[in-house]
């Protein structure tokens, strides 16, 4: 296997990895906020609790977001430096805007764990307040340099060089509005379904406990708000990739052909040699009326494009199912909790639901990952798409292998640690059953 | 002039980055470095005198990358390029530090496995800057060229010189002189620890004097032009592509190098230094 193969593995590896602790430091600090904004309205010890225990939590993982973002830094220079010599001053500002909207999170991160004695309550919430805020716009602004990778703008090309450079089009490209959506909207589905998880997995063997079922509310909130929305702004990215990259899209649902009430395709196995996807479940004009309202709408499939500039059909139409069905997993599950909830019932009293809720924490990180492959394996065979191939970024560095091995490694092991503290973190809070009386999960 | 403001931006951060994040490695070192019957004690002074902060100080390290790769592009490539063994080799330690202290500083207890994530810690504290050093030695040996935006001079030019290496010694020192000095004044309240601290400081820097005229005097054939600086201007012929691209990172260095060399009149500018820097970040630990 080449070297390219190995460079696109590793930034694939170090991107998956950092994704997981970007979502979640963008999500846990809203439930800690959220959990602290409870105890100032009620003073109910609990909450107090809740907010110090998320955020010990949250500084692991803010921490390990923090060392697999330098990597990431560096790796876009060492892996791809033809990318980042045309493209470095065009995406400059949102990274740059990145860092002080990190360096906001970091300092009040820092503020928020040691200050519980210093400030006063209502200081100490807005310093959580702000940690939650600049994480939002931290995310924001890394996916918008992303988003101009697939919609490139902001700059005129002559002779191969980029002149007339505006980096603030270049960050307002036509992809960023519904890019940044949908992962903003997906690290809180992600998160709030992971913690409700976590917390209805010690409720089942312990209904009363006060501390889980209060957990379980704020998460279950979240979560539950979020995922409309994400599915939403779904159908409005689809529509968008429509526009701009139809070869992405037409990857996405499996589409070889061009055609009016052009059908729906679920699963199946696309095959490029006969541009069919066989065993594919069709829902007869359901993608031209997803697309464009409209069941006799025009279609436009891969054919269209020559083959070279066509991306892994499998790959892509494989996650977006995916991504797809997790969405659509967790709506269900958000409905049925929403059902629950409405007919006055605590959600801790309710075996079935708490397991399916347990099953389904991973879905938002199983959605997250399988989006960001639609999103870049979707992208290729191009690193900034219809201008540069990601052929022409790559280092000329012989064996990449070794850095990809090294890396997985540290981060496999990385991985390890962190699930291994935040048990400690949980097994300590699971102490001993509360109260029963005092509050019921909709609170 | 544009390029000329992102690389006194550049110089801003990489001084905030090696002041701050600096002694950060250097409490690391001293971490490893703890012996005497008060090592736990020191060891705690420092796991308290970094905590808060030193997630903070990634950003100057990115600050100083997104600089580089906004203003100087094709200077960042050529960089990443051919110091990618090296620049490899440092974030491995970055990631494995940080590894360590995570597990170290937000686990409750304390075992025989913490006290083998702190020698990872410490080892890492070690190697890091050491690389770090290398890094910027080779940047102004003039050794790696870049002609119609190919690295021709291949992975290995600069860095393995005697130069290089010895700025990556010389950038071990500072960090442990730093560290040392902030944490004499960290220590305050407890005067046998700083008493500890400010022996550590004295003879890191009687230490780092040497250090810094071996570096002196390897720049002379190692980085001619970077020992030019001071005296007349640089020779025009060659390297000024090269020069334009790297000059950020080149002031960087002078303006670091400078620093360090008269430590002996710097050593209290440079306990203010940091210690204005840090203190603000570091208020909060006094409640914790």
Known sequence: MSDFFFARSQMAMSLAFHIIFAALGIGMPLLMAIAEGM????????????????????????????????????????????????????????????????????????????????????????????????????????????????????????????????????????????????????????????????????????????????????????????????????????????????????????????????????????????????????????????????????????????????????????????????????????????????????????????????????????????????????????????????????????????????????????????????????????????????????? | MLELTVAIFMLLSLILYALMGGADFGGGMWDLLAVGPRAVRQRKAIAKAIGPIWEANHVWLILVVVLLFTGFPAGFAGMMTALNIPLTAMLIGIVLRGSAFIFRNYDSRSDATQRHWSEVFGVASFCTPFFQGMILGALTTGQIRIVNGQVVTGFFAGWLTSFALACGVFALGLFAFLAATYLTLDTQDQPDLQNDFRRRALWSGVVLAPIAGVVLLASKQGAPEMYGVSGHSKPATKGRMKTSHFEGSIACWAAWAAHGRNERTQCELAAYDINFGGQWLVQPADCA
């Open chain 1, 39 to 443: 105890y100032l309205r009620t003073s109910k010890p609990v909450y107090l609790d809740l907010s110090k225990r998320w955020s010990r939590g949250t500084a692991i993982l803010f921490a390990v977001g923090a060392l697999s973002g330098t990597v990431l830094s560096f790796e876009l220079g060492l892996l791809w430096p033809g990318f980042m010599e045309k493209a470095g001053a065009i995406i400059g500002m949102p990274f740059s805007l990145e860092g002080f909207a990190f360096f906001t999170e970091a300092i009040f991160i820092g503020v928020y764990l040691y200050g519980w004695n210093r400030l006063s309550p209502l200081m100490h919430w807005l310093s959580g307040l702000i940690v939650a805020v600049s994480g939002i716009f931290s995310g924001i602004f890394v996916v918008t340099a992303n988003a101009w990778m697939n919609a490139p703008a902001g700059f005129k090309m002559v002779d191969g060089q980029f002149t007339e450079i505006d980096p603030i089009a270049a960050m307002l490209n036509p992809a960023s509005l519904h890019e940044v959506l949908h992962m903003t909207l997906a690290a809180f589905v992600a998160t709030g379904f992971a913690v409700a998880a976590v917390h209805a997995f010690f409720l089942r063997r312990d209904r009363n406990n006060l501390f889980h079922r209060s957990a379980l509310g704020i998460a279950l909130v979240v979560a539950c708000v979020s995922i409309p929305l994400q599915i939403l702004s779904g159908d409005y990215s689809a529509r968008v990739v429509g526009r701009l990259q139809p070869a992405k899209l037409a990857a996405m649902e499996a589409d070889y052909r061009t055609q009016t009430g052009a059908p729906l395709l679920i699963g199946g196995i696309p095959n490029d040699q006969t541009r069919t996807t066989d065993y594919a479940v069709g829902i007869p004009r359901g993608l031209s009326l997803l697309l464009a309202d409209n069941p006799g709408a025009r279609v436009v499939g891969l054919e269209e494009f020559p083959q070279t500039n066509w991306p892994n059909v499998r790959i892509v139409h494989w996650s977006f199912d995916l991504m797809v069905s997790a969405g659509m997993a967790m709506l269900a599950l958000a409905v049925w909790s929403g059902w629950i909830w409405w007919r006055s019932r605590p959600l801790a009293g309710h075996p079935r639901l708490l397991c399916a809720l347990v099953a389904a924490g991973p879905l938002g990180f199983v959605a997250i990952e399988t989006g960001w492959i639609v999103t870049e394996v979707g992208r290729q065979p191009w690193i900034i798409y219809g201008v540069m191939r990601t052929e022409n970024a790559v280092t000329p560095m012989p064996g990449i292998v070794a850095p990809f091995v090294v890396f997985t490694a540290l981060y496999i092991f990385l991985a390890f640690i962190v699930v291994f503290l935040l048990r400690r973190q949980l097994i300590e809070t699971a102490g001993p059953a509360s109260e029963i009386s005092a509050i019921s999960t909709h609170a």
